[in-house]
């Protein structure tokens, strides 16, 4: 009898084990007999299938579900502060490259009494100071400064939430000199190409010291016209060329880094970046508008800024009681400049962190008065009135929300079933993935996507759509691949009868993707993405 007992354990634990051999070759090897050539000349419909089943054998391990989903073609991230994309590591680089100080008390860069070309000496910063390079030799002072410039290793405190910490964190790193701006577009652009990604809109805040300063001596007009005008006689127009070249030295720093045209190119030279100009909502109205007017005019300019946004805390006293002013004027200048794109920072407060009363209409404002076209964050939807009539009249205008699942948890402390993320989905409201803020969140997009599986039980569809939904809507010129918006699933007439992604589009074809930056980098996410699911 215990022998036969004995007997059965053995053949139920051999059991387990093919079991567990048998998932792991579902995920790691195609089916039997299966050329390589074969399955690249799979179905769509069945490549996509063996994507599901690997995917569903790998989410039931985080960790083999992070790495099939950091090979995943991802498409775009749309919704990418540059600044608080860059890891606190290499500001501490910067600040010392700088000869910066830093208040060991606050845990903060400041610039020291007096310059130095050959360093800072250890007195020279002042009492309670030291030069930023210390931190390379106090273990104590560099975990510290890690710490205060992300979100590593936070506690919440009385008096200091994830959302004062999070914010605080720009302070406390600013100061270091413009010209690492090409070593921070390095570093993300970079940090994409390692996750399959091939696009980016990082925003961006161009110098705008000489428009506050005129918008201060005009001081505020209701008329949005005649403070234009006033604006652009003063001299606002100079601001153009100070960011048109501050984007240009970047760029050509980047690619330096990347060595782009040369037989060692980095992966990293074929993500394609633009730019979206960031409007400062928490100051005074006059300078609001001048700085909008800024972001317009060099969009207008600039090929590289292809959008306008508006940041800051919306919980801010200045961005509450502002805000429909502020939609105002974004609508008012979007008017005159329609060729610019609009995506505006929406809806990101929750209950708490304002009076229920302000959480009755910041999305739909944005949607109606400020003419967005893309909703950053929208988590404050379901609170706002009608939400449901909001979110059909969002679906049917095509208005995108980027979601960012960490950075609402981590400042709004909203997550899971309390974020709207299945309300949008319910509604068929275009929705894709972003980081927010990568280096104060200490993440990635693959965090992102791994979290949004993790949290909502999605499948490979799902997020193929999302990765689809980033290049559809990005600020890119030119038509869509897709013949209809937001459908995915049909090729526009010239390129309807080809293999999306081929290597060689018809002639019909090539010559419309030609025409099209946009349908370019759609049909360059359709060979990522068939070359993924082929490879599985």
Same mark, same amino acid.
């Given at each position: 009898?215990n022998?036969?007992?004995?007997?059965?354990?053995?053949?139920?634990?051999?059991?387990?084990?093919?079991?567990?051999?048998?998932?792991?070759?579902?995920?790691?090897?195609?089916?039997?007999?299966?050329?390589?050539?074969?399955?690249?000349?799979?179905?769509?419909?069945?490549?996509?299938?063996?994507?599901?089943?690997?995917?569903?054998?790998?989410?039931e391990?985080?960790?083999?579900?992070?790495?099939?989903?950091?090979?995943?073609p991802?498409?775009?991230?749309?919704?990418?502060?540059?600044?608080?994309?860059?890891?606190?590591?290499?500001?501490?680089?910067?600040?010392?490259?700088?000869h910066?100080?830093?208040?060991?008390?606050?845990?903060?860069?400041?610039?020291?009494?007096a310059?130095?070309?050959?360093?800072?000496?250890?007195?020279?910063?002042?009492?309670?100071?030291?030069p930023?390079?210390?931190?390379?030799?106090?273990?104590?002072l560099?975990?510290a400064?890690?710490?205060?410039?992300?979100?590593?290793?936070?506690?919440p405190?009385?008096?200091?939430?994830?959302?004062?910490?999070?914010?605080?964190?720009?302070?406390?790193?600013?100061?270091?000199?413009?010209?690492?701006?090409?070593?921070?577009?390095?570093?993300?652009?970079?940090?994409?190409?390692?996750?399959?990604?091939?696009? /980016?809109?990082?925003?961006?805040?161009?110098?705008?010291?000489?428009?506050?300063?005129?918008?201060?001596?005009?001081?505020?007009?209701?008329?949005?016209?005649?403070?234009?005008?006033?604006?652009?006689?003063?001299?606002?127009?100079?601001d153009?060329a100070?960011?048109?070249?501050?984007?240009?030295?970047?760029?050509?720093?980047?690619?330096?880094?990347?060595?782009?045209g040369?037989?060692?190119?980095a992966?990293?030279?074929n993500?394609?970046?633009?730019?979206?100009?960031?409007?400062?909502?928490?100051?005074?109205?006059?300078?609001?508008?001048?700085?909008?007017?800024?972001?317009?005019?060099?969009?207008?300019?600039?090929?590289?800024?292809?959008?306008?946004?508006?940041?800051?805390?919306?919980?801010?006293?200045?961005?509450?009681?502002?805000?429909?002013?502020?939609?105002?004027?974004?609508?008012?200048?979007?008017?005159?400049?329609?060729?610019?794109?609009?995506?505006?920072?929406?809806?990101?407060?929750?209950?708490?962190?304002?009076?229920?009363?302000?959480l009755?209409?910041?999305?739909?404002?944005?949607?109606?008065?400020?003419?967005?076209?893309r909703?950053?964050?929208?988590?404050?939807?379901?609170?706002?009135?009608?939400?449901?009539?909001?979110?059909?009249?969002?679906?049917?205008?095509?208005?995108?929300?980027?979601?960012?699942?960490?950075?609402?948890? /981590?400042?709004?402390?909203?997550?899971?079933?309390e974020?709207p993320?299945?309300?949008?989905?319910?509604?068929?409201?275009?929705?894709?993935?972003?980081?927010?803020?990568?280096?104060?969140?200490?993440?990635?997009?693959?965090?992102?996507?791994?979290?949004?599986?993790?949290?909502?039980?999605?499948?490979?569809?799902?997020?193929?759509?999302?990765?689809?939904?980033?290049v559809?809507?990005?600020?890119?010129?030119?038509?869509?691949?897709?013949?209809?918006?937001?459908?995915?699933?049909?090729?526009?007439?010239?390129?309807?009868?080809?293999?999306?992604?081929?290597?060689?589009?018809?002639?019909?074809c090539?010559?419309?993707?030609?025409g099209?930056?946009?349908?370019?980098?759609?049909?360059?996410?359709?060979?990522?993405?068939?070359?993924?699911?082929?490879?599985?």
């Amino acid at each position: 009898m215990n022998s036969s007992k004995n007997g059965l354990r053995r053949m139920l634990h051999w059991r387990g084990l093919c079991d567990i051999l048998v998932a792991s070759l579902a995920f790691t090897w195609p089916a039997a007999g299966q050329t390589k050539a074969a399955r690249s000349s799979a179905t769509p419909a069945s490549l996509e299938q063996r994507a599901e089943a690997n995917l569903k054998v790998a989410r039931e391990n985080p960790l083999q579900l992070r790495q099939f989903l950091l090979k995943m073609p991802k498409g775009g991230d749309l919704h990418n502060h540059l600044s608080g994309a860059v890891y606190a590591e290499s500001w501490i680089r910067a600040g010392a490259e700088d000869h910066l100080c830093v208040d060991v008390a606050k845990l903060a860069f400041t610039k020291p009494p007096a310059a130095s070309s050959g360093g800072v000496e250890q007195n020279a910063c002042g009492e309670g100071k030291v030069p930023a390079e210390t931190a390379f030799k106090d273990q104590k002072l560099y975990d510290a400064l890690v710490d205060a410039f992300s979100m590593r290793g936070f506690v919440p405190s009385p008096g200091v939430t994830g959302h004062d910490h999070f914010f605080d964190t720009f302070s406390k790193f600013g100061g270091t000199d413009h010209r690492h701006t090409g070593e921070w577009i390095d570093e993300v652009a970079t940090r994409a190409a390692a996750q399959n990604e091939q696009y /980016l809109e990082l925003m961006h805040t161009p110098d705008f010291s000489h428009t506050a300063a005129i918008a201060k001596e005009i001081g505020w007009r209701e008329d949005f016209g005649q403070l234009r005008e006033a604006l652009l006689a003063r001299g606002l127009r100079d601001d153009v060329a100070v960011a048109k070249t501050g984007v240009n030295e970047a760029e050509e720093l980047r690619a330096k880094r990347e060595h782009c045209g040369q037989a060692d190119a980095a992966a990293a030279c074929n993500v394609q970046v633009r730019y979206i100009c960031q409007v400062l909502r928490g100051f005074p109205k006059e300078q609001v508008f001048a700085q909008t007017l800024l972001c317009f005019e060099t969009a207008s300019a600039n090929a590289r800024f292809v959008a306008v946004n508006l940041v800051m805390p919306e919980d801010g006293y200045t961005a509450m009681n502002d805000y429909a002013l502020h939609m105002r004027m974004v609508g008012f200048l979007r008017g005159l400049y329609p060729k610019i794109h609009v995506s505006l920072h929406a809806g990101e407060i929750a209950p708490g962190l304002v009076p229920y009363e302000g959480l009755c209409c910041h999305v739909r404002l944005a949607v109606e008065e400020g003419h967005a076209e893309r909703i950053g964050h929208g988590v404050d939807v379901m609170y706002e009135n009608h939400p449901h009539a909001l979110l059909k009249e969002m679906a049917a205008k095509h208005v995108m929300v980027e979601i960012s699942l960490t950075s609402n948890d /981590l400042i709004l402390g909203v997550s899971g079933k309390e974020h709207p993320f299945l309300m949008y989905k319910m509604f068929g409201v275009p929705m894709a993935l972003a980081t927010d803020d990568e280096g104060v969140s200490r993440i990635d997009l693959t965090h992102e996507y791994v979290r949004a599986v993790e949290s909502y039980d999605l499948h490979y569809a799902d997020l193929k759509r999302m990765a689809r939904t980033s290049v559809e809507h990005s600020f890119l010129p030119g038509e869509s691949l897709w013949s209809a918006p937001d459908a995915l699933t049909r090729a526009v007439a010239p390129c309807s009868r080809d293999i999306l992604g081929a290597e060689k589009p018809s002639s019909g074809c090539a010559a419309f993707l030609k025409g099209s930056e946009r349908a370019q980098q759609q049909w360059e996410l359709e060979r990522r993405l068939h070359a993924f699911e082929a490879q599985l």
